[in-house]
Each structure stands twice: as C-alpha cells, then as structure tokens.
C-alpha cells in the first residue's frame, strides 16, 4: 500500500495482505531456514508459518544456523536441498554468498520463498516478503529528532554489511538524517550481531563523540548491546536510542527508560504470507512475487494501545 513507503511516517499500516489460497491441493513439505535460531523476530515469523501450514494442511520444519552467518547457513540449505522438500522459505544471512546455493536451490525444483532478507538477485524466488526496511529506518530518524529536536550528532549500529534488510534501514536513516542540517551523521558501526560487540563499540563512540545524541540499533543484537553500553557509560538521560523490532527484552528496555524508541516489523505475517505464496507456487495459484509489509513505532506513550499490540509474542 502507498502508506507503507511514505518515509518517515511513524507508523506506517500494515500491507493489504496479498491473495491468499484457502487450502493447499495436497499436504506439501515445506522447510524454514531463519537467518539465526534463537532469535525472537524469527520465533515469531515461525509461529506464523506454523498457523498458516496447519491452516492450509501442509508440512513445514524449521532450523537455522547458530549465528547470522553465511558459512554456517548455507551447508544446512544445501542438506535441505537434498532431502528435496517443496518448498524452502529462507531469510538469506549475506546477498552475495547465498546468491549461487538459493539459485541452485530453485534450479532442482524447489519454489524458493525469501522472507525478512533477500539477495542481490532474486529473480530465483517465487516470491520476496519483507519489511519496509527503508521506510523503517527514517521512522528511526524522526523518532530521534522528535527525542532530540535541536539536533546533534547520530550514529548506526548496524550488524553486518551484506544483510540486505539492515542495509536498507541504514540508508533509510542515512538518507533522513543527512536531509536535516542540524544533525551530523556519524559513522555506521558493525557489531555482527552480537550484544556484547556492540556495547564495546558504542563505549568507544561515546569516548570519540561524548556529545552523540542518538543511536539507531538496526536489529534485536544491536540494540541490546547499545542500550547496555549507554547505560554503562551513565548517558542515558543524553543519548536516545531508536531499536528496530520489538521482542520482549526490548519492550522491557522501553519500560524502563534505556530504549526510548522500537521500530516493529510484523515477521507473523512475513511468516503467513510466506506459506501462502509457497503454497500458490506449487499448485498454480496466484503468486505476489514481492510483498512489502509495514511496521509500527512503538513508544511509551502508546505501548498500551497500538503499540503493544506491535509487540513480538513470546509463543
Ligand atoms: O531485524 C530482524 C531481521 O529483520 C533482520 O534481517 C535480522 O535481525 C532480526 O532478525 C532481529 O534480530
């Protein structure tokens, strides 16, 4: 929908969900690759899936890597893919090093099904569902600027370059900030998703730009590890931090003050959509080759209304 792109909307509407099979022609084997296991956002992309296959009376299992990691990821699609199931619904950790197996992957047969992050070219895929990650990241821009309307230096921290999701939201926020003459756009650092990395490199920030303002943590990791090293350097009441997705540490972090901010996806219905458009590939249905879904701000202020109902299941 045209109110899903509108940049730096805060809280842009969910897509109008895209045609959808009411029941699959036979009970087809489906397989979820996440992008990391453990990670909240896929846990709930998994409960959608898992609905939406009992649903329409089809099969699907789930695995993933131990991190968000090419070399780990791509020796369990290549098992997957020669057990030949289906239909394989992934979120691709790196655009160019899950470029050659996800095509090779279609190439046996298998409907390939990218939800949450893509390649660089994904003309493989049945179909791509994901976030408006663009959108998303200048929502983070004016959730700072609302926090901090006389500007100042901001900052990124990102996971990794190469995850097409995170690279969006980036140059979403990038691209806002830099528009707006009162603010200085830092350096994005990269803390491959893990907390602890984060919050050594957001500490080595502040000791650079003591004066930083606002941080956008681009994922779950990211803004775990930010909001713990802001505590730790006692910057709480000066540097806004703005998260995207809205797990349940995160809401927790919102309650308490060291998150003023959470940008959340909807991975439940990146996960429903997912099997819809599988299940539409193998029995000749009516496919959406990309599907872009919305997400929404979630504040203090409105977490008890709209913006709770945001927040990420722990089912
Ligand atoms: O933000 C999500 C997902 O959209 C991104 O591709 C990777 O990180 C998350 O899974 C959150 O940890």
Do not use: W
Request: hydrophobic letters at 40%; glycine letters at 10%; proline letters at 6%.
């Amino acid at each position: 929908s045209a109110a899903n792109t509108a940049a730096g909307d805060p809280s842009a509407p969910a897509a109008s969900a895209p045609a959808a099979p009411a029941k699959a022609s036979k009970n087809y084997s489906l397989q979820f690759i996440q992008g990391v296991t453990g990670d909240e956002f896929y846990i709930t992309m998994q409960c959608g899936i898992e609905a939406e296959a009992a649903k329409l009376g089809v099969t699907v299992k789930t695995q993933g890597p131990q991190k968000f990691d090419p070399t780990l990821q791509k020796p369990i699609l290549d098992s997957v893919v020669a057990a030949k199931p289906d239909a394989i619904l992934i979120a691709p950790t790196d655009v160019t090093a899950m470029q050659t197996p996800l095509q090779a992957a279609a190439a046996a047969g298998i409907k390939v099904i990218l939800v949450d992050t893509t390649t660089e070219d994904p003309s493989y895929a049945a179909s791509a569902i994901a976030s408006d990650n663009v959108g998303g990241g200048a929502a983070a821009f004016e959730a700072i600027k609302k926090l901090n309307p006389d500007g100042g230096k901001v900052m990124v921290m990102s996971t990794d370059p190469g995850v097409s999701t995170v690279d969006l939201r980036i140059k979403g926020f990038e691209d806002a900030a830099k528009a707006d003459s009162k603010f200085q756009y830092l350096p994005v650092q990269y803390s491959h998703n893990d907390p602890a990395t984060a919050a050594n490199l957001i500490t080595s920030a502040l000791q650079r730009d003591p004066d930083i303002i606002g941080v956008f943590a681009a994922n779950l990791f990211a803004a775990e590890g930010t909001a713990t090293g802001v505590r730790q350097a006692g910057k709480t009441s000066t540097v806004k931090i703005v998260g995207f997705d809205a797990g349940p540490n995160q809401i927790k972090a919102l309650q308490e003050g060291t998150v003023q901010a959470l940008i959340a996806q909807q991975p439940g219905n990146i996960g429903q959509y997912g099997v819809d458009e599988a299940v539409a590939a193998l029995d000749g249905g009516q496919i959406t080759p990309k599907i872009q879904t919305g997400f929404t701000t979630i504040t203090k202020e409105n977490l008890n209304g709209e913006g709770g109902q945001a927040a990420y299941k722990s089912s």
